[in-house]
């Protein structure tokens, strides 16, 4: 059974302040591994998709990385907007896709 | 715009009436998939389809049903709803797996309460 494990659960840091977000994962199969952003009642908003170790991918103050048996969503120089939940999931072979719990960012200014 | 929508957007209803929550996408994408998002549990897929005709259980498909008539869309439906369903739902589409780009874009989310 495919399963992701975020940490931490919740996170606050000060504006400008940089740290890493944890996802751990098994999967049968790797077909990609995702990252997505979700603010309160909305849907999830697509960040990236991994697919293989060593792979990374960036965009503006956020840097997804991946090895065999997890990824890290670093965030830079955070500021207030990047406050959200960050959710990391994993596709495996028989299409269906598994989702972590999330971390719950907030920047405080 | 690329879009997948959902309706409604907000339900209360009581327990045993049958309901329907409608999905949509304009992008045609083949494969389409219904999530539920609970505290503390996080996404967790209900069904999938990978093209018309054809869908398969996800993790929580019990109390639940879908039908894939058309490319587009992709209706989940309650039969008789507990108040174990309460929950939002959100509604997603992808292209293929295997292709690049093949992420999923969701929907707006439908919050479901069964009384």
């Known amino acids: 059974e495919d399963q992701v494990t975020q940490s931490p659960e919740a996170l606050r840091l000060q504006e400008g302040e940089s740290s890493s977000l944890n996802c751990s994962y098994t999967?049968?199969?790797?077909?990609?591994l995702f990252w997505y952003r979700q603010d309160p009642g909305k849907g999830p908003e697509f960040l990236f998709t991994?697919?293989?170790a060593g792979e990374e991918k960036e965009k503006e103050r956020l840097k997804a990385t991946l090895t065999k048996k997890e990824s890290f969503l670093h965030i830079t120089a955070p500021k207030p907007e990047d406050s959200a939940t960050y959710l990391c999931a994993v596709s495996g072979g028989y299409q269906k896709v598994t989702f972590g719990i999330g971390t719950k960012l907030q920047v405080i200014p | 715009e690329a879009q997948v929508t959902q309706n409604p957007r907000y339900l209360i209803t009581v327990t045993g009436k049958k309901l329907t929550v409608t999905c949509s996408q304009n992008?045609?994408?083949?494969?389409m998939s219904w999530y539920r998002q609970d505290p503390g549990l996080g996404l967790r897929q209900i069904y999938y389809s990978m093209n018309v005709e054809v869908t398969d259980k996800g993790d929580v498909p019990e109390g639940y049903k879908v039908s894939r008539k058309e490319k587009r869309n992709f209706p989940l439906i309650l039969e008789s709803p507990s108040p174990n369903q309460t929950s939002l739902y959100f509604c997603?589409?992808?292209?293929?797996?295997?292709?690049?780009?093949?992420?999923?874009?969701f929907g707006p989310g439908t919050r479901l309460t069964v009384l």
């Open positions: 997603a589409s992808r292209r293929p797996s295997g292709r690049k780009g093949n992420e999923q874009f």
């Open positions: 991994l697919y293989s």
């Open positions: 999967v049968s199969g790797l077909r990609g």
């Open positions: 992008m045609n994408h083949e494969y």
